[in-house]
């Protein structure tokens, strides 16, 4: 299985700031790398597929970028509506696995 | 506008057996692989079960693979989860998605809980 190492577990941003969580897999994933919010009591979204490439309706301060084993996900400009957990997951091959998350807060 | 509704989730003691049901709208739904995903209380994403437009081929974690069985009927835009020899580790929300290969999993229901206690 490919394991997927995401951090940081957790994460306090100032509104306006840019914060950046990384996940690393155990093997190449050519790609195949999915980001998504979950907020609070709701279901997760997609944000992200494919490392870089905005979902619809995405906010243009969410981007993806990486290669191989290291991907990261940034968003420019933190803002309230931003809280919430991250997760990264790899489409590579079965299993599909995900990262931990990361818990951003506003500070 | 897609939509996904899980039903079936509750209560259920160790070793018995639950079906989950999911029921799709606003595309369609048998040009789409689907999955179920879980996340247990105050825990991460995972994985579940995939199963193929027409059904002839799924995919299973090793953690549920021989309890667990993924099932749809196009005709009805219907995606099921038979669950069976369920133990407490099974307690969580069980989600269903549409899953979109190599690109993720791009719509999400609102889940349902699996409780599994004696």
């Known amino acids: 299985d490919i394991q997927m190492t995401q951090s940081p577990a957790s994460l306090s941003a100032s509104l306006g700031e840019t914060v950046s969580i990384e996940c690393l897999t155990s093997?190449?994933?050519?790609?195949?790398l999915a980001w998504y919010q979950q907020k609070s009591g709701k279901s997760p979204q997609l944000l992200i597929y494919?490392?870089?490439r905005l979902q619809d309706g995405v906010p243009s301060r969410f981007s993806g970028s990486g290669s191989g084993t290291r991907y990261s996900l940034k968003i420019s400009g933190m803002q309230p509506e931003d809280e919430g957990d991250y997760f990264c997951?790899?489409?590579?091959?079965?299993?599909?696995?995900f990262g931990s998350g990361t818990k951003l807060e506003i500070k | 506008e897609v939509q996904l509704v899980e039903s079936g989730g509750g209560l259920v003691q160790p070793g018995r057996s639950l079906k989950l049901s999911c029921a799709a709208s606003?595309?369609?739904?048998?040009?789409?692989?689907m999955a179920w995903v879980r996340q247990a209380p105050k825990e991460g994403l995972e994985w579940v079960a995939t199963?193929?437009?027409?059904?002839?081929?799924?995919y299973y974690p090793d953690s549920v693979r021989g309890r667990f069985t993924i099932s749809r009927n196009n005709a009805k835009s219907s995606l099921y989860l038979q669950m069976s020899s369920l133990k407490p580790e099974d307690t969580a929300t069980y989600y269903c998605?549409?899953?979109?290969?190599?690109?993720?999993?791009?719509?999400w229901g609102q889940g349902v809980m699996v409780t599994v206690s004696s």
């Open positions: 998605s549409r899953h979109e290969t190599r690109m993720g999993l791009d719509y």
């Open positions: 606003g595309f369609t739904f048998s040009n789409f692989y």
């Open positions: 199963i193929s437009t027409h059904g002839t081929t799924t």
């Open positions: 093997e190449g994933i050519s790609n195949d």
């Open positions: 494919t490392t870089s």
């Open positions: 997951q790899q489409s590579y091959k079965y299993p599909l696995t």
